[in-house]
């Protein structure tokens, strides 16, 4: 699967976000090792803190399907009709990625248009992860 087809994936998503609160609607699409894609959406809640981003709901997804290898996830994000030029994924989900993914994993954030390519280790270094455990 191309870099371009994933992002699609997480435009695709998007559309499905239930953001009334933020108007904020954010879409993501992880590609597991198997090759298939698990997509997500943000989902908020009137109290707020339930609020679930959409890079975790495919995360949960995934895992809950069997799936827990990934080779990389496409994030898109943006208020109402608009596509950011770049939305990035918040703490919580970098903390969420880093107990699934390996230091080859891709993170491609930006537009179908305009793709910015990175890796969880750039953007949560010295991470918390389970060999802190052991
Ligand atoms: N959001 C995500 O879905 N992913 C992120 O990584 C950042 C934030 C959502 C949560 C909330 O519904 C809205 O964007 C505004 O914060």
Known sequence: MTARALMEAAVAAREKAYAPYSGFKVGAALLGKS???????????????????AERTAVFKAVSEGE?????????????????????????CRQVLTEF??????????????????????????????????
């Open 35 to 53: 090759g298939k894609v698990y997509t997500g959406c943000n989902v908020e809640n009137a109290a707020y803190t339930p609020t679930n981003c």
């Open 101 to 134: 993914v390996g230091k080859d994993f891709k993170v491609l954030l930006g537009t179908p248009e305009k793709i910015t390519e990175t890796t969880l280790d750039a953007l949560l270094p010295l991470s918390f992860g389970k060999n802190n455990l052991e």
């Open 68 to 92: 827990r290898e990934f080779e990389a996830i496409a994030i898109v994000g943006g208020k109402g009709e608009l596509l950011s030029p770049l939305c990035a994924p918040c703490g919580v």
